[in-house]
């Protein structure tokens, strides 16, 4: 007897998976992620929706980058496996957004995306404010904000409504 083959699952989000799939192979990193950083559940299923257009930018289904980390002076850092130039809308103080040219960090894994992002928001010190509200997911995305993650004027509106609209606060673990 011949063993029918078995279906393989990604082991995290991928470019090619519908918006459901996508959350659902989404949910462990984000999860692993709160344990290890305190970082939100939802906020990180949030952030990963919206920057990597439900895994569908170039960036994330190519270079498995899910949260627009970017590279500073060629250096893709800890868990990146290196950087590729991608063009970008850029927003200055007064809301008005622009097209340039960023390099962001490219990754061998979904998981190294998940875990490069979380681990940024809990060291780099001008994130710290958010970690007073780790139960308070919109405040925590606020403060991330303010702190200079995005240049969009409503980047926490958007993510505020994403975490509303798909319910994203009921991955949240209770830590």
Same mark, same amino acid.
């Given at each position: 007897?011949?063993?029918? !083959?078995?279906?393989?699952?990604?082991?995290?989000?991928?470019?090619?998976?519908?918006?459901?799939?996508?959350?659902?192979?989404?949910? !462990?990193?984000?999860?692993?992620?709160?344990?290890?950083? +305190?970082? !939100?559940?939802?906020?990180? @299923?949030?952030?990963?929706?919206?920057?990597?257009?439900?895994? +569908?930018?170039?960036?994330?289904?190519?270079?498995?980058?899910?949260?627009?980390?970017?590279?500073?002076?060629?250096? /893709?850092?800890s868990y990146a496996a290196g950087c590729h130039s991608y063009s970008t809308q850029e927003?200055?103080?007064?809301?008005?957004?622009?097209?340039?040219?960023?390099?962001? +960090?490219?990754?061998?894994?979904?998981?190294?995306?998940?875990?490069?992002?979380?681990?940024?928001?809990?060291? @780099?010190?001008?994130?710290?404010?958010?970690?007073?509200?780790?139960?308070?997911?919109?405040?925590?995305?606020?403060?991330?904000?303010?702190?200079?993650?995005?240049?969009? /004027?409503?980047?926490?509106?958007?993510?505020?409504?994403?975490?509303?609209?798909?319910?994203?606060?009921?991955?949240?673990?209770?830590?």
């Amino acid at each position: 007897m011949v063993a029918a !083959p078995v279906a393989t699952v990604p082991a995290g989000p991928t470019g090619t998976m519908t918006n459901e799939q996508f959350l659902a192979a989404s949910i !462990p990193a984000a999860q692993q992620s709160q344990r290890d950083t +305190r970082v !939100p559940t939802s906020v990180t @299923l949030a952030q990963a929706i919206l920057e990597s257009g439900w895994g +569908r930018s170039s960036l994330s289904a190519n270079d498995r980058n899910f949260f627009g980390m970017k590279c500073f002076n060629n250096a /893709p850092g800890s868990y990146a496996a290196g950087c590729h130039s991608y063009s970008t809308q850029e927003c200055n103080a007064a809301g008005v957004c622009s097209t340039t040219v960023a390099t962001f +960090r490219t990754y061998a894994t979904s998981a190294a995306s998940f875990t490069d992002h979380g681990m940024a928001l809990k060291n @780099l010190s001008r994130y710290a404010a958010a970690f007073n509200y780790t139960t308070d997911p919109n405040q925590f995305i606020a403060e991330v904000h303010k702190g200079g993650y995005a240049t969009d /004027p409503l980047y926490t509106t958007k993510l505020v409504n994403l975490m509303t609209k798909y319910n994203l606060y009921q991955y949240d673990l209770a830590l």
